[in-house]
């Protein structure tokens, strides 16, 4: 009889509590895990899984024997998460039917959210312990948290497959669950943007006052200003951010913050937390609702019922804000065409909603290279400016219109192209010695695991000089090792690194490099430079131009949508 043994140390994010579990893991693993592990194997083989960093280290203070979680294919997870997310909506037509209002569909809203933050570790999880189930094919599984996201999950398949399990979750982690499902649906912090809308009491003034076309830019981050600068160089303007905190980022620019606009009418009707929680109870109480929530035979329920506590208790008072809130911007400000930067949140979506309920063109600029992505999908944007013909043939395969899509090329790369830093002050500043190339390191997306494992050996390397990346370091580098910033790398001619071993075929092709962390230093010194025709021909398919001008062939196309037909006589 084999034995299988799950270990977790589930902390909370909270830094308060850090010093507290310390002591409790410490001596959960002394006077339970270790053992627990020790008896069970008196009576049989034991497998053990380390489900986390933390545990890992403990099982090695034990002196236990133990393998790591391998990595996750994140490739066939997306075909997965897309297939299953995309299917599962509108079959079942109680789910439809609890989460329409205003013609608007919440689970189409917040497909990001539900997507990405929800679903896609769900079925990640479900694929990597079903794989080391089906390898170890064990007789009993032993679970220190069933009450996790994985325990959850093991717990799971372990029924399906008819596996005894034995659960000694501790007294916390048991407490933690119950208040987590008890007070969830009351304790959903309410976003500041909520919370400034309650506090206004009067509309602002339109800011436009003149008879010229008037364009207004949406943004949700501080990332836009200086894109937005060079567009709407000429144009009468105003940017309309989501949050005021956005205020300082856009302070040279025409900017005022989406609660401004909020009206006593608008604040009346979007408290909608009492008359849709009782949705929600009646999604949860329904065994058709919880049956069609199963992926691989396994039932998702128990796993994902957090989801729709939020969505329907905390989502539709957040969206119903965003529309009534951006009426009222209408109303007052009248533009002739909205611009976005991207349409996957619900906050662009709802944008794109009220536009089209009052015929106002909405342009969405690209915000990143997409690809393989299960959130991506058609729009409902007038028209959206590309970076290349990549994006728009993958859009169109994705279920986009054939001429929803304008390739203008990445505005973001007009300042990157015309960036002129003397490499020689760069190495001054930052104290380059001779002869050794700058290499920039982008961290974004990368673990602390893998950066140790990248920088350290570089360091000791008498050729490189790692330095993390900002503009100066990655315009002066001879080589930038990034999963956020590729395309840039590319642009400007750099050799490109990606510290991952799932290759993304068509940024391979354009010149990028795609090792293991852990065999970059050893690898950097023989890989060359090389802007072959066929290179350039595919960063072209990526990236469209990279000749400074892409803003300008936005502005271009923004003139050409003014003149589309609107209808503000609903507003009335």
């Keep these: 009889m084999k034995t299988l043994v799950f270990c977790e140390c589930s902390r909370p994010a ?18 339970n895990v270790a053992p627990t592990i020790r008896r069970y194997r008196k009576d049989s083989p034991v ?3 380390a489900l986390d960093k933390e545990s890992e280290w403990r099982l090695e203070h034990h002196s236990m024997a133990y393998e790591t979680l391998p990595e996750v294919d994140q490739e066939r997870v997306n075909h997965d998460l897309e297939k299953f997310c995309r299917s599962i909506a509108p079959s079942n037509r109680l789910l439809m039917g609890k989460l329409l209002f205003l013609s608007m569909s919440l689970w189409e809203l917040d497909e990001a959210v ?16 079903s794989s080391i189930i089906e390898r170890e094919n064990p007789s009993r599984i032993v679970l220190f948290d069933a009450f996790s996201e994985k325990g959850k999950v093991i717990r799971e398949i372990a029924l399906k497959k008819g596996i005894q399990l034995d659960s000694h979750s501790t007294f916390l982690s048991e407490s933690v669950h119950h208040v987590r499902r008890v007070m969830l649906p009351f304790a959903n912090p309410k976003p500041n943007f909520l919370s400034a809308i309650r506090s206004q009491r009067n509309a602002l003034q339109p800011f436009f006052n003149g008879s010229g076309k008037r364009v207004l830019f949406v943004v949700a981050t501080e990332k836009w200003a200086s894109v937005i ?15 005021h905190g956005l205020r300082d980022a856009y302070s040279s620019l025409n900017f005022r913050p989406l609660h401004g606009y909020a009206t006593a009418d608008a604040n009346k009707k979007i408290d909608f937390f009492r008359s849709y929680y009782p949705h929600y109870a009646e999604l949860r109480d329904s065994e058709e609702f919880r049956s069609s929530f199963t992926f691989n035979g396994i039932r998702l329920w128990k796993v994902v019922a957090p989801m729709f506590r ?5 989502a539709p008072e957040i969206v119903l804000a965003y529309y009534y809130v951006f009426q009222d911007v209408i109303r007052c400000e009248k533009p002739d065409v909205i611009v976005l930067f991207g349409d996957r ?11 089209n309920h009052y015929r106002i063109p909405t342009l969405v600029i690209q915000p990143s290279f997409a690809t393989g992505r299960p959130i991506d999908g058609p729009t409902k944007a007038s028209k959206v400016a590309v970076f290349g013909k990549h994006s728009a043939d993958y859009l169109i395969s994705k279920g986009g219109s054939k001429t929803g899509y304008e390739i203008a090329g990445n505005p973001k790369f007009d300042e990157l192209i015309r960036q002129k830093n003397d490499p020689r002050l760069v190495r001054k500043k930052y104290e380059v010695p001779a002869g050794r190339k700058i290499v920039a390191i982008d961290p974004i997306g990368i673990s602390r695991e893998d950066a140790d494992a990248i920088i350290s050996p570089l360091r000791r390397s008498q050729d490189f000089f790692p330095i993390i990346a900002n503009a100066e370091t990655f315009s002066a580098s001879y080589a930038a090792i990034t999963k956020n910033s590729i395309l840039d790398a590319l642009v400007l001619g750099k050799i490109a690194i990606v510290p991952s071993e799932s290759k993304v075929g068509v940024l391979e092709n354009a010149g990028a490099v795609f090792l293991r962390p852990g065999l970059i230093a050893r690898s950097l010194g023989r890989i060359k430079k090389s802007q072959t025709l066929k290179k350039r021909e595919a960063l072209k398919y990526l990236s469209y131009g990279n000749d400074g001008r892409s803003s300008q062939r936005i502005a271009r196309l923004i003139g050409r949508m003014v003149d589309y037909e609107k209808d503000y006589s609903i507003l009335y």
């Excluded at 600068?229 to 949050?243: E, H, N, S, T, V």
């Excluded at 949140?345 to 536009?355: N, R, S």
Aim: proline share 1%; aromatic share 14%.
């Design 14 to 31: 909270n830094k308060y509590y850090q010093k507290l579990l310390d002591g409790h893991f410490k001596r959960f693993f002394e006077h």
């Design 47 to 49: 497998s053990i899984i």
């Design 114 to 129: 539900i997507m990405e933050e929800y679903l896609r570790p769900v079925i990640g999880n479900i694929r990597l312990m």
């Design 229 to 243: 600068q060079r567009i709407a160089k000429g144009m009468d303007y105003l940017i309309i951010g989501r949050d």
């Design 310 to 314: 939020y969505l329907l208790t905390t």
């Design 345 to 355: 949140t619900k906050f662009g979506k709802t944008i794109i909603e009220v536009a």
